[in-house]
């Protein structure tokens, strides 16, 4: 018997769930309701297309094969009903009817459903700051947003601008809009970028990478007003300084677009956002939900979230026709993957942070390792710096961070994989990976910052972060023994009268020149003729030699560096 | 107590176990033997130094940080005794005694062990071919051998090569000397390039970026003789055709150097490389073997193998290392994984392929799939093809290879991990893998390839690989139906009268022009508009629809095409 499917929000979810019902179930009525102009676009390329390396607008609505994603090709093509410009106003469970409204005319309409798909997708969070109405105030949410941004940006040649937010959305506007040689300054309301994200030593090389690219960065930022000019945004103001803005764009955050559901009963989860079974079914049976608009299990926590993301929002359609068409099928929830390109650097995250680890009292360690994405000979050869946090006892892999200009991704989808299947680092531990000299080092990265793990699992590796490394030479607790080059010391260094320099090829003989029972801390660029000294120096029977994990590649305070 | 460890080879395996057991246990006395005047090189990068993107040799012998890793590093930075140049002669399992003598001079030594670590590696498989003796005929096994290559690279100019061996390292020094503007040409014996490494389909994407690439390729190629001009090799003869051959690299696989472990009664495996246990341990527990000199065990086949890499080395080392200094280490086997470029290509594996789980009598099934290695309207935006291997009912992950000019090698390492793992793909099905448009599609390639085998479960996709595809269309079987673009298919298109264009956004409206009872197979791309008509069709009440799997892209008579 054909059903009657109804789906609201013909973006990632809602299209894509969508599209399979028609395909798993032909006979089915599927009526796609969007409230927009526009429908089904990459809203995740908007960032590209402002930056201009995506060049048309349209390009973000093509298929592969360049077919535009219209109401047209969804009628035509994939047999869809499909009526835009239509705001649905409220749901009946009882009679399974849904009421809209056409956006331009008022006219309503009715649509009754045997099965009902919510994907409404979420809204931009916008910060109650005087003048937040003014023009020249954006957001980057709905495929408007970035047309008329691109409008004004094409039509001013260069400017100012102020971006409020320093997550992924702000971090890839940043990009954009510096590479079309805006000057940009991003205000980030927490004390790093990607808040909640990363761990601050890994936001910090992007801050850095930043600073390298003429994008200026005010953390802890509160902003007191957007200032006006002319009857537009001029300036924003914080407690600390005044920019020009010609153009403001907010990336704060997203928002579930909840009301509707919320009016009809359902109930939302503790983190805002509507609550779905593993089926993607909401407290009614007969209505699903996905993508933006719902919060997924976190699966090394196992605690709801809300990370609202193009990628999960694709698998939700998938698992929700599948459900709808008789075929059962669950969404096992998510683990924070994602990955952003910052300039020439790339970074990512999967599974937990340290940060968030220590706030959910998970029994964790982490250490940061670096090394060369291929092998180091190889041109173009970059360093990449991982953190990995782990479950003391059982070595699971609970997290991993990358940033550098190399692959970090392909260690992220690896960790990302690892994380999945639960396994313990001694699982992975020499877990074959693809190896050429393009492509990694004989032993990967991640495969040795595996091995570090083992390392410090056995006592080898005495490691010290870079926050308890500064701590202790700030208070006079330790020495720190650089042991690169002489060369590569005068060109940078930690600038300390605690900080000796003893290349690694000279320690053998002039170790005799350091205090046996000082707490010595063994510095080079990556972390391994560091570790190399600290046991020379064990073996020599220095008493408290350390490692700086990570090292200078991944200290976080290089503008404090001589 | 101190430990006299003897470790004769100083590449790969030698020198990080050496290194390691060092600093696990620096009292221990450590000695390193190596034939070669050249030790701890990056064997790997000769073919990059050839082509040149390696600027100098000595790039080959750095660490990370710039120094040499000759003698004196040995002995200075890591206080291990080193002798090369001198010959491993003997072994006195009962004495622990390894007699050796001085290449240059014949003078003998003896050394005493507590622990002996073998790791002389591989040496390179000549074909009886007469004429290989000539001058101008190489190995490129040994620094030695790329240094001769380059000074007469270097003196010529340009001219024409023959690579004999089409596997990894003769595809990687093709790319290399076609780069140099080298006349290049390769000759394989088998009937695909990677034999026994890559299915055909996936090896013929390189046999054809390689004839974009002007180089030749001749398989099924038996050599008759190594032609002489002037005292030295000038030409290749074969049983079809003869080549100009200036030079002649023989690039024909490795054969263990085993000749010391088997005159000290050590077992060799089934595949001729010495048997090892999982603590690396030959049948003499004081011995002690690693590298590309001994065999491992197959994680997906579970038999041994014979698959000499840097990277299983370096982790040999390791394994090795630790067990002599009493920390119990594993080395759980490897499972096949590799990459490889081949200019703008890369290719690469692991676990099983088609072909491998077929002459297993493995119960498997295999999909191949194609999507974009990033969001498909980034700039760069790259085709990839995979193809999948699981087994029958568990649908466990046997193996992967993928190819393309962007990201394989990122999708083979999750594969790898996944595998490792012994995932099904259930398991992984809803991967949560890092996600923005610089780096993958919304659904990354991998995820969807997962979805296909789903959808071939469920009955849902009904594919036909491109053998089958062929044979059905040349006996008349099947009409197939070109579901891209008229302009696409004009462009390109399979050339048989038994193929017609029947472009996706039409076939609604224009279904009735095909039979409904015949066979029909629906084509495109990459494999995604086909199955949409197939299941256009299917819903129709066509009887027997199927779609071409991996599309035209991965057709691997790309020669045939109009």
Redesign the interface.
């Known amino acids: 018997m054909s059903k009657r499917i109804l789906v609201i929000g013909a973006s990632?979810c809602g299209a894509k769930a969508a599209a399979r019902i028609?395909?798993?179930c032909?006979?089915d009525d599927v009526t796609l309701l969007d409230e927009s102009r526009y429908i089904s676009y990459?809203a995740?390329?908007m960032p590209?297309y402002l930056g201009g390396?995506?060049r048309a607008m349209d390009?973000?609505r093509?298929t592969?094969?360049?077919?535009i994603r219209d109401a047209a090709y969804f009628q035509?093509?994939k047999?869809i009903q499909i009526r835009t410009g239509l705001r649905a106003l409220h749901i009946d469970r009882t009679a399974r009817l849904v009421e809209a409204e056409d956006v331009a005319t008022g006219k309503s309409f009715s649509f009754a459903y045997d099965a009902l798909i919510l994907a409404m997708g979420a809204a931009p969070k916008t910060p109650p700051i005087p003048g937040a109405e003014l023009r020249g105030v954006y957001h980057l949410t709905r495929l408007e947003d970035a047309e008329a941004l691109a409008a004004e940006l094409g039509g001013r040649g260069r400017g100012s601008a102020v971006i409020v937010g320093g997550s992924?959305i702000g971090v890839?506007t940043a990009e954009a809009l510096a590479s079309r040689k805006w000057s940009v300054t991003m205000l980030e309301r927490e004390s790093q970028l990607f808040p909640g994200l990363l761990d601050f030593e890994i936001a910090a090389m992007i801050q850095e990478h930043f600073f390298e690219n003429n994008v200026a960065v005010e953390l802890n930022a509160e902003i007191l007003s957007f200032g006006e000019t002319d009857g537009r945004v001029g300036r924003v103001i914080t407690k600390k300084a005044q920019y020009d803005a010609d153009i403001v764009i907010i990336a704060a955050g997203l928002a579930p677009r909840t009301k509707l559901a919320q009016a009809a009963g359902l109930s939302l989860g503790e983190t805002g956002a509507l609550r779905v079974n593993a089926r993607m079914q909401t407290d009614d049976p007969a209505i699903y939900a996905g993508g933006d608009l719902v919060e997924n299990v976190h699966?090394v926590t196992g605690k709801p979230c809300y990370i609202p993301?193009?990628?999960?929002?694709?698998?939700h359609g998938?698992?929700i026709a599948d459900n709808i068409c008789g075929?059962p099928s669950e969404?096992?929830g998510?683990?924070?993957?994602?990955?952003?390109?910052a300039f020439d650097y790339?970074v990512?995250s999967?599974g937990v942070t340290e940060a968030q680890a220590a706030r959910l009292h998970l029994d964790a360690g982490a250490v940061s390792v670096c090394g060369?994405d291929k092998?180091?000979?190889?041109?173009g050869s970059q360093i990449l710096g991982l953190k990995l946090i782990y479950e003391n006892g059982t070595h699971r892999l609970l997290g991993m961070q990358a940033v550098g200009k190399g692959?970090a991704?392909?260690r992220?989808?690896?960790a990302?994989?690892?994380i999945?299947?639960r396994?313990s680092i001694r699982?992975?531990v020499?877990?074959?990976?693809?190896?050429?000299?393009?492509?990694?080092a004989?032993?990967?990265v991640f495969?040795a910052a595996l091995?570090v793990v083992g390392n410090i699992a056995?006592g080898?590796m005495k490691p010290v972060d870079a926050r308890e490394a500064k701590a202790l030479l700030e208070q006079g607790g330790a020495l720190m023994v650089d042991v690169?080059?002489a060369l590569?010391f005068e060109r940078t260094h930690i600038d300390h009268p605690g900080v000796v320099n003893l290349p690694?090829?000279e320690l053998?003989r002039r170790m005799g020149e350091l205090p046996k029972n000082r707490k010595i801390i063994c510095v080079?660029?990556?972390g391994?003729?560091g570790?190399?000294a600290q046991?020379?120096l064990?073996?020599?029977g220095f008493a408290d030699v350390h490692t700086l994990e990570g090292g200078l590649f991944l200290w976080p305070w290089k503008d404090e560096l001589a």
Chains 1, 2 share one sequence.
């Open positions: 990632a028609r395909r798993l032909p006979d990459a995740c390329g590209y390396r995506v390009d973000l093509k592969t094969y360049g077919r035509e093509v047999g992924f890839e699966l993301l193009g990628s999960t929002a694709n698998k998938r698992v075929i969404f096992p998510v683990q924070g993957t994602f990955a952003c390109k790339s990512g999967t060369f092998a180091h000979y190889y041109p692959d991704v392909r992220i989808d690896v990302a994989t690892a999945r299947l396994a699982d992975i020499s877990l074959d990976l693809a190896y050429a000299p393009p492509f990694s004989a032993l990967d495969v091995n056995t080898l690169r080059s590569e690694l090829d053998p080079c660029l990556l391994l003729r570790f190399t046991r020379m064990d073996g020599a």
